[in-house]
């Protein structure tokens, strides 16, 4: 009999796995309840246990927060049969989420899949605006660049223009003639442009664009950012791709810049929930934006997310970030100051 | 009559209006006020004998007050100040307006109106000003640094938090403490956001399921603004924290509004302090004995502003002395300061004048 891993994996690669996404996320549903000891007791709290939860929308979301409690790892196996350990980033005065995974099948295929699902084309001249893999081991987004060239362009070598001491060198891609995919965060990009190394990609070059937009020294929208990296690479505004994705989860969610919405693979879901009440959201309505992801066997399916979005269908939401209106207001100190380490 | 008192004159006939944001005063106290602060009541009026020189003290003029929209307690006490020593004062106030302080800028007597001027925006002129006070976030702060010009005296208040210390946990400390708590929507640096209770497991359970039936019934008399949706999300995902942690084995418990966020009391049996997501949110801890008490609360002391215990007594007040609070206060009075209260430590009339020499 097949191990749920291998049913997940085939259903993903599109061989009949599971007749409806709930019983695929209920078998999940039941193996972390089983398996992962902090989950269950977070969700036998909430009173969902197997025998009540019978749709994806009554999985209970774990905060992405819960991932930085040592004391209650949320995993379905001891540590000591982790394989990979992804972090969240910070500094090391922060306390940084971590995510064990057991097998990387699920998360690599879940990346390659999804790029077929997403209708993306094959980055075959993939060039990377990120340190190497062996500089980052604990960075999932690294991970997910490296299992994608070693997918689309495994004779390239040499593509990652940030060294481990941070310093970046474009001169290679400066002589490159062929349409290239940049794939970098969207600080990455904003550092190449301010240090003036940014340069003009060949036509039909597009970017791959990810990250957040914390920890830029200036505030920028992102309109208006994409403007600039669209300008400074000379790439054309409709060839930049956004990703949206997080340590925490498997599998990301991608737009192109002329979308209004992020669109997520067949194994994801996703519903946005009013924080007030804690009920779903009316169609059109801004809440927080929770995902059920099914490649995070080892983990926790249903996440949920820091950011505002608008649910667009059961798999895309328009994403929106932190409520703007809700900066610290006034002279109490909360808890949102303590990101400013003042 | 001297030029000061008769700006305290004038001020005194505002009492009304005033007396809710900067506490009980009369001529006398505004005159004591100014002696205590600066040596003499005659000093910003005339030369006054100190030793082997005659000094005199002349206002920081004029003088930018920016003052922010959570509670208008901040903007009252920072003009009366400014008032009671003869600046012109220039009050940016939030965008969205100070509703409770234009009512009065709009009824102020003729001898003060000419010493004041409100704005919602900022003139750029305004920055050309001879001393600035600021009160605000981090971020404002911030701004405000790198716009005004270096040599100008700046007094900040930055983002503050306060706390209170039960010693005697009953029933009329959860009341008080609920007041402290939900009084301008927590938003001060005034509003207490986490109660450390002296004594038992047992009595901090039993305090912290009082208090949360005290801000169930407190919260209609002090009902919420709107809401963001983030200020939401924050309480809702500390909540959910406390949850999953507690699920987990930890000694930690929740009581929490239904249906909405409106309350929430988190007891943690950690006494780290640590500045909770505001609009009716709050810790409980046990409070560590003397030898723990500034290691167990961390390194959020240093942001303490104020400590309101119960009961109000000095030999309690001294335990807490390791904390180097600013101010401690009886439980139920968090945020009505006093007319003489030192805000930030810092006195309140001192820092806006300079003073002038005359030495043989």
Known sequence: MKTLRQRLL???????????????????FQHQFEGNAAYRAYATALGKTPATVGTWQQIPAVPTDAFKFRNFPLACFPREQALKVFRTSGTTRDIRGEHWMSDLSLYETS????????????????????????EAPDSSLIHMFATLQRHHAPETSGRWMIDGEGRLNVSKLADEGRPVVLFATAVALLRCMESGKSLPLPSGSWIFETGGYKGLKVTLEPEAFRDQVSEAFAVPRDKLLNEYGMTELSSPFYAWSSEDRHQGSPWTRIRVIDPETGLECEPGQIGYLEIVDLANLDSVAAIRTQDLAIARDERSFTLLGRDPGALPRGCSRRSDDLLSHS | MSPTDLRIRALTACNDH?????????????????ACQLGSGDVLDEWIPRGDTRCRAFPLSPLLHVVSGNTPHAAFQSVVRGLLVGSRNRVKIPSSGLPEFESWIGEIPAELADLIEVRRDLPPHWLESAGAIVFGNQATLETFRALLPRPIPLIEHGPKLSIAVIFQPDEIAAGLVAADILSHDQLGCLSVQAVYVDGSPEQLRSFSARLARALETARPA????????????????????????????????????EENTEWT???????????????????????PGAARLRDGLGPEVRHLSTAAIHPFQDELADRLDALEIP????????QKPPLFWHHDGRPPLADLVVWRDRSP
Do not use: K, Y
């Open chain 1, 10 to 28: 085939d259903w993903m690669r599109g061989s009949s796995g599971f007749p409806s996404f709930d019983e695929a996320a209920s078998a999940v």
């Open chain 2, 18 to 34: 005033l007396e809710p944001w900067i506490g009980p005063f009369d001529e006398a106290a505004l005159r004591s006020l100014v």
């Open chain 2, 327 to 334: 101010r401690i206060c009886p439980l139920g009075h968090a």
């Open chain 1, 111 to 134: 990346i390659l899949e999804g790029w077929q699902h997403a209708g993306l084309p094959a980055p075959v001249n993939p060039w990377f605006l990120s340190p190497p893999p062996q």
């Open chain 2, 222 to 257: 002090h009902p919420r603004g709107v809401i963001g949706l983030s200020d939401s999300g924050a309480i809702s995902n500390a909540r959910e924290l406390a949850r999953f942690r507690a699920a987990n084995g930890e000694n930690v418990a929740l009581w929490e509004s």
């Open chain 2, 265 to 287: 009391v988190v007891e943690d049996q950690e006494p780290r302090l640590i500045p909770g997501p505001l609009h009716g949110f709050v810790t409980v801890h046990p409070l």
